[in-house]
């Protein structure tokens, strides 16, 4: 069966690694044309090698999403490249692991809101006029911490709930547009995000703090992720936890509360 994503050109942000990595060869599997974003063009080249292997067009452009220009420059590159966008999914990230009165400084709030919010936010503010022309799709790869607060989180809670808001709000907006955004909130999924995770002060782990063995593969959470793009789904909560943590946010806050903090605690 022909996918509705065939020849449709997307642009994949993080698409080095992790969650972006996998999405990239699954979309290649629908025949998209993928432009690959990301700062490592080696690891971006590698990704474009196995892209094609499938069969898939697709376009190498290093990116900084932190750098609005090089955002615009992006979306250009594109559409010179295809003529059009289809689909926009804002996945480049950064996570953090430490609690604020740990940390030595609020650096890590700007350096994550920079990364996890302006940098949706650049994408798609140059992005949109053209995703109208084909009533495209925008994903925005949030969190579960975009839904509720999750301690040693604060900074990337912070970031990911504006990514949630701005994109309940810009829906709205787009709505007569037909331009659709899915909002996609994992919990943990293996990747090698963890190991990037700042500590307090500002540098990376190095390792994951996380039972690696106990939670969703990025291969796993990419699939849900294509599938809910194509069904141009409003919201994706990836797995059970995250689906009655967000009941009981509503209905038992201090309960999830708890909840919270046993998972960090646990460290699964």
């Keep these: 069966m022909k996918s509705e994503l065939k020849d449709k050109v997307v642009i994949v942000t993080g698409a080095s690694e992790g969650i972006g990595r996998a999405l990239c060869l699954v979309l290649a599997e629908h025949g998209t044309k993928i432009v690959l974003a990301a700062r490592n063009e080696e690891r971006l ?52 692991w ?4 740990e940390m030595t400084d609020t650096s890590i709030f700007e350096r994550l809101m920079r990364l996890n919010f302006f940098g949706t936010l650049y994408c798609t503010f140059h992005a949109v006029s053209h995703l109208k022309q084909t009533q495209g799709r925008i994903v925005m790869v949030s969190s579960v911490a975009g839904i509720t607060g999750i301690p040693s989180r604060t900074a990337y809670c912070a970031s990911k709930y504006a990514v949630t808001g701005f994109s309940e ?3 709205i907006e787009l709505k007569q547009s037909g331009v659709s955004i899915t909002i996609v909130a994992p919990e943990f999924v293996l990747s090698e995000m963890h190991r990037r ?28 992720i294509v599938d ?41």
């Design 169 to 171: 709000s810009l829906r």
């Design 197 to 224: 995770a700042l500590d307090h002060r500002g540098k990376p782990l190095g390792e994951s703090p996380l039972q690696e063995d106990r939670i969703m593969t990025a291969d796993e959470c990419a699939g849900l």
């Design 45 to 96: 080249i590698e990704l474009q090698k196995e892209v094609e292997a499938k069969g898939s067009q697709s376009l190498v452009v290093v990116t900084d999403v932190t750098d609005e220009q090089a955002c615009k420059r992006l979306v250009e590159k594109t559409v010179a490249e295809f003529g059009q966008l289809d689909m926009l999914v804002n996945n480049a990230g950064q996570t953090m």
């Design 98 to 101: 430490t609690t604020m009165e």
């Design 228 to 268: 809910a793009a194509i069904k141009r789904r409003r919201l994706l909560l990836t797995g059970l936890r995250s689906k009655i943590g967000r009941f009981l946010k509503l209905f038992a806050p201090e309960l999830m509360d708890r909840m919270a903090a046993k998972v960090i605690q646990d460290k699964k």
